[in-house]
Nanobody, 127 residues
Framework: QVQLVESGGGLVQPGGSLTLSCAAS????????IGWFRQAPGKEREGVSC????????YYGDSVKGRFTISRDNAKNTVYLQMNSLKQEDTGVYYC????????????????????WGQGTQVTVSS
């Protein structure tokens, strides 16, 4: 059974940091592109970041460039999202999602193309 499980969310003050984890089971993660998406109430789902498959390409949404870093540990079958300098507008439910193969700079943030989704983890940035 294919499964993605997010963890690491929580409450953090503006300027703080969180690291989210996406653990995969039922498939070998390194054959998949893994994306992070977030959704806040009243807002559209937004692509945050993606790490591609064998080519290890990474992509970031404009609003998080320079602050977030995506990485992958194939030995642990886990993808991480390091979030620094968090802002209130980063608040939302963060999901990881997988799709087999590589993603391009034009398709990585198209959430409808991802096949597998985690349950989400809440990130709240507030003072």
């Amino acid at each position: 059974q294919v499964q993605l499980v997010e963890s690491g969310g929580g409450l953090v003050q503006p300027g703080g940091s969180l690291t989210l984890s996406c653990a995969a089971s039922g498939f070998t993660l390194d054959y998949y592109a893994i994306g992070w998406f977030r959704q806040a109430p009243g807002k559209e789902r937004e692509g945050v970041s993606c790490i591609s498959s064998s080519d290890e390409s990474t992509y970031y949404g404009d609003s998080v460039k320079g602050r977030f870093t995506i990485s992958r540990d194939n030995a642990k079958n886990t993808v991480y999202l390091q979030m620094n300098s968090l802002k209130q507008e980063d608040t939302g439910v963060y999901y990881c999602a997988g799709v087999r193969g590589n993603r391009s700079g034009y398709t990585w943030n198209m959430y409808w193309e991802y096949d597998y989704w985690g349950q989400g983890t809440q990130v709240t940035v507030s003072s």
